[in-house]
């Protein structure tokens, strides 16, 4: 996908920290809601590409992403997403919806505020029944008290059967919040991110 020059533009800005663009954004974020963010540093492109290697792209119809922050993920997604898919993204913060709205413009992408503890009613407001994958970076380490269990329920009742969970962490204690919900859960480790991330794949069955 070709990127406008305005997209451009705010990627050249990343590595300035200008304001306007991703890390001025990013970082402004992590201040204002440190528990919602898993990391100050955006990840890395091998992480997202080991992430994402598992989906099966050619069958997915929704695609769920919890706290896309300044889209680092979205637009590979959306690289990666069919034509007629939708990419569907969750964030408490408003900032951040505010600015994916503005740096993509693609028809596929609906960014929503709104918390990943609901949403399955997030979904079915706008006509979905269930997704094929949903992807989070939360920490759910710091996450408010029965936040992290509940996004786990709920991410397990969003999803359709055979669809999974992908979750990268700072932190391997995740696996308590979403072992009870999966019938199947493979994981791996990248030490090239900054801080090194374990990930997770947790399959419905």
């Given at each position: 996908m070709t990127l406008?020059?305005?997209?451009?533009?705010q990627d050249g800005a990343f590595a300035r920290g200008t304001p306007g663009g991703p890390l001025?954004?990013?970082v402004r974020g992590f201040l204002k809601h440190p528990v919602?963010?898993?990391?100050?540093?955006?990840?890395?492109?091998?992480?997202?590409?080991?992430?994402?290697?598992?989906?099966?792209?050619?069958?997915?119809?929704?695609?769920v992403e919890y706290g896309p922050?300044?889209?680092?993920?979205?637009?590979h997604i959306?690289?990666?997403?069919?034509?007629?898919?939708?990419?569907?993204?969750?964030?408490?913060?408003?900032?951040?919806?505010?600015?994916?709205?503005?740096?993509?413009?693609?028809?596929?992408?609906?960014?929503?505020?709104?918390?990943?503890?609901?949403?399955r009613k997030i979904m079915a407001d706008r006509g979905f029944e269930s997704a094929d994958y949903i992807l989070s970076g939360l920490p759910?380490?710091?996450?408010?008290?029965?936040?992290?269990?509940?996004?786990?329920e709920e991410t397990a009742g969003a999803l359709r059967p055979g669809g999974a969970f992908l979750v990268y962490q700072f932190s391997p204690k995740v696996r308590d919040f979403i072992a009870p919900h999966f019938d199947r859960?493979?994981?791996?480790f990248e030490w090239i991110n900054i801080p090194p991330a374990t990930l997770f794949w947790a399959w419905k069955d």
């Amino acid at each position: 996908m070709t990127l406008s020059a305005e997209q451009a533009q705010q990627d050249g800005a990343f590595a300035r920290g200008t304001p306007g663009g991703p890390l001025w954004h990013f970082v402004r974020g992590f201040l204002k809601h440190p528990v919602m963010v898993g990391s100050v540093i955006p990840s890395s492109k091998i992480l997202i590409d080991k992430m994402l290697d598992p989906v099966d792209w050619a069958n997915t119809r929704l695609f769920v992403e919890y706290g896309p922050g300044v889209g680092t993920f979205t637009q590979h997604i959306l690289d990666r997403l069919a034509p007629d898919a939708t990419l569907l993204t969750i964030d408490t913060n408003a900032d951040f919806t505010a600015y994916l709205n503005s740096k993509f413009t693609d028809s596929r992408l609906e960014a929503v505020t709104g918390s990943a503890a609901g949403v399955r009613k997030i979904m079915a407001d706008r006509g979905f029944e269930s997704a094929d994958y949903i992807l989070s970076g939360l920490p759910f380490s710091t996450l408010p008290p029965g936040i992290g269990p509940k996004i786990a329920e709920e991410t397990a009742g969003a999803l359709r059967p055979g669809g999974a969970f992908l979750v990268y962490q700072f932190s391997p204690k995740v696996r308590d919040f979403i072992a009870p919900h999966f019938d199947r859960i493979d994981e791996g480790f990248e030490w090239i991110n900054i801080p090194p991330a374990t990930l997770f794949w947790a399959w419905k069955d």
